[in-house]
Antibody, heavy 121, light 107 residues
Framework: EVQLVQSGAEVKKPGESLKISCKGS????????IGWVRQMPGKGLEWMGI????????RYSPSFQGQVTISADKSINTAYLQWSSLKASDTAMYYC??????????????WGQGTLVTVSS | EIVLTQSPGTLSLSPGERATLSCRAS???????LAWYQQKPGQAPRLLIF???SRATGIPDRFSGSGSGTDFTLTISRLEPEDFAVYYC?????????FGQGTKVEV
């Protein structure tokens, strides 16, 4: 059974750094892309970026390039999303999801449970 | 960049009725690479349809996807109580991949 288990909710102050995680199991972690999707409170889904854990090839949405860093540690089947300096506008639910790639794009077939990040002074 | 516009914003229906949701792209979606997701309150999204018309594993056959080019439709043939949720389309034929803004199906 494919499972993606995300780290727990975080409460941070503006300017702080943060790294959240997503651990995959039940499939070949290194041979499947995995991505991150943001959902701000009461809003829709936003595609942030994806990574191929096998070689750490990473693609970002232009909206998120330079704002976050996506990484993976294939030795422990875990992907990460990190910020170096959080802003209040980063407050959102963040989902990881397995990305089934076709050509230059793909759809998300399995999702984590989400990690709520709250940034407030 | 392809922009996806979903309509209507909200669809008010009763159990047993047919739901028809639209997703219109600003440019043709390459190879009809369009997916649909369902999201219930407090839950992660769930993949329903990929490739415009292929049902994902475990998705009931009351859900169907159709369309090509710039116009796509998700149809729920007979609404069950658990189908009241928000539905998103996503194009993955070209970069950047994006989601539509969602359609809420409510009682």
């Amino acid at each position: 059974e494919v499972q993606l288990v995300q780290s727990g909710a975080e409460v941070k102050k503006p300017g702080e750094s943060l790294k959240i995680s997503c651990k995959g199991s039940g499939y070949s972690f290194t041979k499947n892309w995995i991505g991150w999707v943001r959902q701000m409170p009461g809003k829709g889904l936003e595609w942030m970026g994806i990574i191929y854990p096998g070689d750490s090839d990473t693609r970002y949405s232009p909206s998120f390039q330079g704002q976050v860093t996506i990484s993976a540690d294939k030795s422990i089947n875990t992907a990460y999303l990190q910020w170096s300096s959080l802003k209040a506008s980063d407050t959102a639910m963040y989902y990881c999801a397995r990305h089934q790639r076709y050509g230059s794009g793909g759809y998300f077939d399995y999702w984590g449970q989400g990690t709520l990040v709250t940034v407030s002074s | 960049e392809i922009v996806l516009t979903q309509s209507p914003g909200t669809l008010s229906l009763s159990p047993g009725e047919r739901a028809t949701l639209s997703c219109r792209a600003s440019q043709s979606v390459y190879s009809n690479f369009l997916a649909w997701y369902q999201q219930k309150p407090g839950q992660a999204p769930r993949l329903l349809i990929f490739g415009a018309s292929s049902r994902a594993t475990g998705i009931p056959d009351r859900f169907s996807g159709s369309g090509s080019g710039t116009d796509f439709t998700l149809t729920i043939s007979r609404l069950e109580p658990e189908d009241f949720a928000v539905y998103y389309c996503q194009q993955y034929g070209s970069s950047p991949e994006k989601f539509g803004q969602g359609t809420k199906v409510e009682v």
